[in-house]
């Protein structure tokens, strides 16, 4: 593997194992991201949940179709990672193509070319794993929510409110460092066409990843709606 490889895989794993920390903590910008954000606003769907009349029907609801979703994500995954692992087996003939892969990796020899093929299996495998977990964690959330207390009973809503906060932050975040994981693998696919689409694509799908978590619409709103809730 030449230097020029070696540079940008370097950099893809550096990259990889580096932004879901960065991400936990709202980087780069820790007051004013989903990341961040979305905590205080779950803290406040469990009080809610803990104190309407509606015996937890619509709460179990969005939790089961949130559930649902991880579910179909991570047989997705688990489609395609049957499927790539095949490549593994199979001896790569770019001589005879015309697209863009033999262009530019007409000269890979066997070896570098199934490296490729592992590295998106391992950004799928990543994915499988915290799609995996979220549904289990949901699935602990669901019923720590159905143990919790009734109105008419006795209990003190603030220390519920932060149990099942704990319970349910780990969940959804596994299931959204899963669906971030899609941007990985993407980036991972480019290596085919070379060390440098392969650094550009790492670049530009985390650049992308930053500014919907930070400057995307969606941002926006989820940070008005912390500061009302503030």
Same mark, same amino acid.
């Given at each position: 593997?030449d ?6 895989? %370097?950099?893809?794993?550096? /990259?990889?194992?580096?932004?879901e920390?960065l991400?936990a *903590? ?9 990341? /961040?954000?979305? %905590? ?9 949940? *803990?104190?309407?009349d509606n015996?937890?029907i ?7 179709h ?7 994500f991570?047989?997705a995954?688990l489609?395609v990672?049957?499927? *790539?692992?095949?490549a ?14 033999a262009m530019?990796?007409?000269?890979d020899p066997?070896?570098l070319?199934?490296?490729? /093929?592992?590295?998106?299996?391992a950004?799928?495998?990543r ?7 979220? %549904? ?5 959330c ?23 906060t704990?319970?349910l932050?780990p969940? *959804?975040?596994?299931?959204?460092v ?9 980036a ?10 392969? /650094?550009?694509?790492?670049v530009l799908?985390v650049g992308l ?8 619409d969606?941002?926006k ?7 009302l809730?503030?």
């Amino acid at each position: 593997m030449d230097t020029l490889n070696i540079a940008s895989i %370097v950099f893809f794993i550096v /990259v990889w194992i580096s932004i879901e920390p960065l991400m936990a *903590l709202g980087w780069p910008r820790p007051n004013d991201s989903l990341s /961040v954000d979305m %905590v205080r606003v779950r803290s406040a769907w469990m009080c809610e949940t *803990l104190t309407r009349d509606n015996n937890f029907i619509g709460d179990a609801a969005i939790l089961g179709h949130t559930i649902n979703s991880a579910s179909f994500f991570g047989s997705a995954n688990l489609i395609v990672i049957v499927g *790539l692992s095949g490549a593994l087996f199979m001896e790569p003939n770019y001589g005879n193509g015309n697209g863009l892969i033999a262009m530019f990796a007409a000269k890979d020899p066997a070896w570098l070319f199934q490296t490729k /093929v592992l590295l998106v299996i391992a950004t799928l495998l990543r994915g499988l794993s915290d799609f995996i977990w979220a %549904v289990r964690q949901l699935n602990y959330c669901l019923a720590a929510i159905g143990a919790s207390p009734s109105r008419q009973e006795e209990r003190d809503i603030a220390a519920w409110t932060d149990a099942l906060t704990m319970v349910l932050n780990p969940a *959804l975040r596994s299931f959204s460092v899963g669906v971030r994981s899609y941007y990985f693998t993407v980036a991972a696919a480019f290596w085919f066409l070379g060390p440098i689409p392969f /650094v550009l694509a790492t670049v530009l799908g985390v650049g992308l990843l930053i500014w919907r978590q930070s400057w995307s619409d969606t941002a926006k709103g989820i940070m008005a709606i912390r500061k009302l809730l503030d």
